[in-house]
């Protein structure tokens, strides 16, 4: 089937409850070919996911809003001096979080290479010439045991070595004269359970102690907003968040922010100079000035009245689903820090509906059109937050389909 026939199957669907397709479908923006471009998805046979998921790099992100797309498009026909433009729209940037100094990075990613560098080489340009080779002993880059994950090769990758701590007195004494800096996962307890070891404040006070920098890796933490300001007013002399999650900006962006005069190192190991560690690392003019706007209309929104957009979109599909015998809807929020947003929770009596969270999985990703849901056990967990307008219904109905379609006589 194709969307435009979903779309019109679905506009037949009576709505339940007291939620009014209208509250379902703002803010968000309509699919290309609605505006007469030509559909590249199509043209190369890739496929559109509707993501009613997470964040995930692998899907590609999130979606840009329109005002991104606005600040993309405006600022593609003319020339920009690139040291100037990091310049003045990190100025802007450092304004808005209420911090030294910001620049535009590529992602969060980005962010730690360049942070990390900057802590290393100050503005020695011959050590930034030099990075990740450097004369002398290796640097080292303090680090919670329990905080090591996936991007912590970013640290590497700068020629530094991680040392790893289980408490403060450890902390206290693995800092010597190697040490450059020291690395806050703030989102540990969400992907591993558990508590920090070394809570914010004291890894803070530590540092400062002992003259070392603090950062922290904050990417996936909004919402809530005041994260954004969060870190920095608690003494973090380094801060990073995505652009391509919830804030929406470009997904190749992300933000550096803090002290001045590390962002201005971080500046200097990074394009468009061309020989720092980050000259691989760019991030195009309109992407920068995307993530201004990004940054700039997320700061702007009325968080509650999106919040409860998304409790709305919730209580649609959950209406929806439990129209089927056995089907049970929650609505859940992770604790955090990473990824505190609502979500729907469906479970069911796998003896009426007999399928596993996971095949149901497997059929929405396969199906027309293609919905990532993740799925276990006997519950699907339902994302809203990513999704369209007008793929609120149509993530309604295809799940209904499926369970239905496993549902026994009782
Ligand atoms: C997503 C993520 C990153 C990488 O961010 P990008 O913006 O994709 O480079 C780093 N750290 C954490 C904790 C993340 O969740």
Redesign the pocket.
């Known amino acids: 089937m194709k969307r435009r026939d979903v779309l019109k199957s679905l506009s037949l669907l009576p709505l339940v409850g007291t939620v009014e397709a209208k509250s379902i479908m703002k803010p968000f923006s309509a699919p290309a070919e609605a505006n007469g471009v030509p559909n590249l998805f199509e043209e190369l046979g890739v496929t559109p996911y509707i993501n009613a998921s997470a964040t995930m790099?692998f899907l590609s992100?999130s979606l840009m809003l329109p005002e991104v797309m606005a600040a993309i498009n405006s600022t593609a026909s003319d020339f920009a001096n690139m040291y100037e433009l990091q310049d003045k729209v990190g100025a802007k940037i450092a304004e808005m979080l209420k911090c030294e100094a910001a620049m535009v990075t590529?992602?969060?990613?980005?962010?730690?290479v360049l942070g990390t560098a900057a802590c290393i080489t100050g503005m020695d340009r011959k050590k930034i010439k030099m990075l990740p080779q450097l004369e002398g002993p290796q640097r080292e880059v303090i680090m919670q045991k329990k905080h090591r994950?996936a991007?912590d090769q970013t640290i590497i990758m700068t020629g530094a070595k991680i040392v790893e701590v289980e408490n403060a007195e450890e902390m206290e004494r693995a800092i010597n004269e190697n040490t450059v800096m020291a690395l806050f996962?703030?989102?540990a307890i969400s992907w591993y359970g558990g508590e920090d070891a070394i809570k914010h404040e004291e890894f803070v006070a530590i540092c400062k102690r002992h003259n070392i920098p603090s950062f922290v890796?904050a990417?996936?933490d909004v919402p809530p907003v005041e994260n954004l300001f969060k870190y920095q007013k608690m003494g973090f002399d380094l801060v990073?968040f995505?652009?391509?999650?919830m804030i929406r900006g470009p997904?190749s962006a992300?933000l550096l922010f803090g002290r001045k005069d590390l962002i201005e190192a971080a500046k200097q190991n990074n394009s468009p100079h061309e020989s720092p560690i980050g000259r691989p690392m760019k991030v195009n003019k309109e992407e920068i000035f995307g993530m201004y706007a990004a940054l700039k209309s997320y700061l702007a929104r009325d968080h509650k009245k999106e919040w409860q957009l998304w409790l709305d979109r919730i209580t649609y599909i959950q209406n929806q689903l439990e129209t089927i015998p056995t089907v049970k809807g929650e609505t859940t929020v992770p604790e955090g820090p990473?990824n505190v947003m609502p979500g729907l929770q469906l479970t069911w009596d796998e003896k009426r509906v007999k399928i596993t969270g996971d095949e149901v999985s497997k059929q929405l990703e396969a199906g027309k059109p293609a919905i990532i849901i993740r799925g276990q056990g006997n519950s699907l967990s339902v994302g809203v937050t990513l999704l369209r307008d007008d793929q609120v219904a149509i993530v309604a109905q295809r799940v209904k389909e499926v369970l239905e379609s496993a549902l026994q006589k009782a």
Request: proline share 0%.
């Open positions: 790099t992100g590529s992602g969060a990613a980005g962010a730690l994950y991007f996962f703030n989102g890796d990417a996936a990073t995505s652009g391509g999650k997904q992300g990473a």
